[in-house]
């Protein structure tokens, strides 16, 4: 079984608005990632969580804040957005670490974030 | 650092037929993976082959299969007997191996339209 699953499928926001996005595997992988994905664009990695650990922040905004509960669980809360922001988000899961045998990783089917 | 390059922004190929999606790479690293994933227009991403750079037998997963030559730091992917189904955008991937925390590089990926 290779699901990682998220919630919403889609969001619209208004940009004093204070939303959550949530993912989740059963896998017991052990890193999970969140991908923001522009149209016609590969994703962009925003974040790295390593044994429920921050490990990458790769300079994303304040107003994106990652949480991961347990080794199941990814959030990612989202406030005060800009326009610009509006994309797909993408979570994805790996065995082990990126770079490691079993670092492939899973993603799950996104949420489609609209900032108006 | 790692570029991976795509250069085929689209391409169509009729039902039935074998088409080949271009890949090149350029890193100084000796061990790494390279993937294909798949994003049809329902937009998950979808892991379609991996190879592993110390591997010299090209991976194949049923319809799907690659021609991974090291030396020209080429990886293209090759699917047979197209199906309506395999319309997507296809995007190529590069992990550098190490038990640290790398993460994917991504191609800008090519469309791919099967046509009836």
């Known amino acids: 079984d290779t699901e990682v699953t998220q919630t919403p499928k889609h969001l619209v926001m208004g940009m004093t608005n204070k939303k959550s996005l949530k993912c989740e595997q059963h896998?017991?992988?052990?890193?999970m990632y969140w991908y923001k994905q522009k149209a016609k664009k590969p994703p962009e990695l925003m974040f790295v969580?390593?044994?429920?650990?921050?490990?990458i922040n790769e300079s994303v905004p304040s107003r994106f804040s990652p949480e991961c509960p347990n080794s199941s669980l990814l959030n990612l809360h989202l406030h005060a957005l800009q326009p610009e922001d509006s994309a797909l988000y993408l979570c994805?899961?790996?065995?082990?670490?990126?770079?490691?045998?079993?670092?492939?990783?899973?993603f799950g089917p996104g949420t489609r974030l609209t900032v108006t | 650092a790692q570029t991976v390059t795509q250069s085929q922004p689209e391409m169509s190929v009729q039902e039935a037929e074998t088409v080949t999606l271009s890949c090149t790479y350029d890193?100084?690293?000796?061990?790494?993976?390279l993937f294909w994933y798949k994003q049809p227009p329902s937009r998950q991403m979808i892991l379609v082959i991996r190879?592993?750079?110390?591997?010299?037998q090209n991976a194949t997963e049923n319809r799907f299969s690659v021609n991974f030559q090291k030396a020209a730091k080429s990886f293209s992917l090759k699917i047979s007997d197209s199906q309506l189904g395999d319309t997507a955008m296809y995007f190529c991937?590069?992990?550098?191996?190490?038990?640290?925390?790398?993460?994917?590089?991504f191609g800008k990926g090519t469309r791919l339209s099967v046509i009836a």
């Open positions: 890193t100084s690293e000796s061990n790494y993976y």
């Open positions: 994805a899961s790996s065995q082990r670490l990126a770079g490691a045998p079993g670092g492939e990783q899973y």
């Open positions: 969580y390593s044994y429920e650990k921050l490990s």
């Open positions: 896998m017991g992988h052990r890193a």
């Open positions: 991937a590069f992990m550098k191996q190490n038990s640290g925390n790398t993460p994917l590089v």
């Open positions: 190879q592993e750079a110390y591997k010299q």
